[in-house]
């Protein structure tokens, strides 16, 4: 498999409360993206950070990127029932290719 | 600004049949990248075109091909169907090869091998 790890898995939380997803890739990137996904449908773009930054923030979401230890953690506050989907972790490898990690499947509950 | 658009959205064919699935990027959007979703494998990159040309590829058997036509408009064929080729195929649009740029995606075409 072509993937990076995500951790959780799974993860399920209050309306409200944070949601925290971690992702581990395998080779020098030229920066790493983070889609959301409902319900098997097409991927929606939530924030990219490049290899040279280390923190980014967009609206609820922030994200960091640990280019030594190749992980990336998204960090969504406050979290809301639509929130609710699965959340994937995407690195630029150089060559332009996209290499997707397993994904989060986060739920919200209200 | 219309997004990027995939045709057929559903598909049902036999094994041993051959698919095309097509994918319109989003207007001035040149480069074109095709990607398989399944439960087992998760999202892997299929092959990525610039300019009618092919930049890259995924590690997918010679079943899968595809094509780019003067106006980025994009095809993947399947050719001698496996039931393991069931899958959602996504389609991303991104003005260039993908750099510092996200990449827009398409609702998919979900293929089902009987």
């Known amino acids: 498999s072509q993937q990076g790890e995500e951790d959780p898995q799974a993860l399920s939380i209050q309306e409200g409360e944070n949601a925290t997803m971690n992702c581990s890739y395998k080779?020098?990137?030229?920066?790493l993206q983070w889609y959301r996904q409902n319900s098997g449908r097409g991927l929606v773009h939530l924030i990219l950070?490049?290899?040279?930054?280390r923190e980014k923030h967009s609206g609820r979401l922030r994200v960091t990127l640990d280019t030594s230890k190749k992980s990336s953690s998204l960090l969504i506050t406050a979290s809301r029932a639509a929130d609710t989907a699965s959340y994937f972790c995407?690195?630029?490898?150089?060559?332009?290719?996209?290499?997707f990690g397993a994904g989060t499947i986060l739920r919200v509950k209200s | 600004k219309a997004g990027v658009t995939q045709t057929p959205r559903y598909l049902i064919k036999t094994r041993g049949q051959q698919v095309t699935l097509s994918c319109s990027p989003i207007?001035?959007?040149?480069?074109v990248s095709w990607y398989q979703q399944t439960p087992g494998q998760g999202l892997q990159f299929l092959f990525e075109?610039?300019?009618?040309?092919?930049?890259n590829k995924g590690n997918f058997p010679g079943r899968f091909s595809g094509r780019q036509f003067s106006n980025s408009r994009s095809e993947m064929n399947v050719s001698t169907l496996e039931l393991g080729d069931s899958a959602l195929y996504l389609c991303?649009?991104?003005?260039?090869?993908?750099?510092?740029?996200?990449?827009?995606f398409g609702q998919g075409t979900r293929l089902t091998v009987v």
């Open positions: 075109y610039f300019s009618e040309t092919q930049r």
């Open positions: 991303a649009s991104s003005p260039v090869p993908q750099m510092n740029t996200e990449a827009f």
């Open positions: 080779t020098s990137i030229n920066n």
């Open positions: 995407a690195a630029l490898e150089y060559g332009n290719k996209l290499v």
């Open positions: 950070i490049r290899s040279n930054e």
């Open positions: 207007s001035g959007h040149r480069s």
